[in-house]
C-alpha cells in the first residue's frame, strides 16, 4: 500500500523551513511530504487556505501541526475524508470557542507576551514578530543560537486577531491525535500541553525533557518516529 502525504503546518513566529530536518527523514523513509506556506491571517482563513491544499493531494493524509499550526489542523480536517491522522508537535488543540491566546493563558508560564513587536497593519491589526534578540531564549533555547538567529530573521509574524479568533468543532473530536512537546515550552506551558493532549484522547503523548517550544528541530527523529506511527 502507498503511504499518506505527511502535510505539515508551522505555526507562528516560524516557516516551512523549520520542518527541514523532519522532511528529509520522512522523505529517507519514503514517505511524501508537503510543507504548508501557513498564511498566519485567521483561523478560518488559513484552515480554508490548507482545506484547499488538501484538494489537490492524492490518497490518504496526515496533518502534522506546530504552535499556532494545531489551531490550523484541528479547524481544517472535519468533512475532509483524506485525513486519517493528527500530530501535534508544541501545538495548540482547542475546542469549539477556545483560541490561541485563551490556551496559552490557562496556565501559568508563557513568557511570550513580553518578547513580542508589533507592527500596526491597515486595517488596525497588528502582526506581531518575536524581537530577534529574545528569540533564541523564548523560541528555541534547545537549538544552537546561530541557527536560532537565522530563525529569528527568517520569522513570519502572525496578527494578533488570528491568537484571539476562537476555533470551530476539532478535528481531533473524530480522529486519532499524537503529541510531542517539550518541558521547557516558554510560548505554551507545559500544562496546556498534558491538558490538551488528555482531553483529545491522545494515542501517545512524548513529552520532551528540556525541550523548548520548537523541540522538533534538534528532537526531528522522536517526531518522525511518532508520525511513522500516526501513519501507520
Known sequence: MSK???VLVHGAFAESASWNGVIQRLLDAGYPAVALAN????????ADYLRTTLT???GD???VGHSYGGMVISNASPGVTSVKALVYVGAFA???????GDLAGRFPGSSLGETLAPTK??????DLYIKQDRYHHQFAADSPAAEAAIMAVTQRPITDAALGEPSGEPGWKTLPSWFLFGSEDLNIPVEAHRFMAERAGSRRTVELAGGSHTV?????????????????
Do not use: F, M
Request: proline fraction near 11%; hydrophobic fraction near 45%; avoid cysteine.
Open 94 to 100: 482547542p475546542d469549539a470557542g477556545e483560541s490561541a
Open 121 to 126: 497593519l491597515p486595517d488596525g491589526t497588528n
Open 56 to 58: 489537490g493531494i492524492e
Open 61 to 63: 493524509v496526515v496533518l
Open 39 to 46: 498564511p498566519l491571517r485567521g483561523v478560518r482563513h488559513d
Open 4 to 6: 499518506p502525504t505527511i
Open 216 to 232: 522538533a528541530i534538534p528532537e526531528a527523529a522522536a517526531l518522525v518516529e511518532l508520525i511513522e506511527e500516526a501513519a501507520r
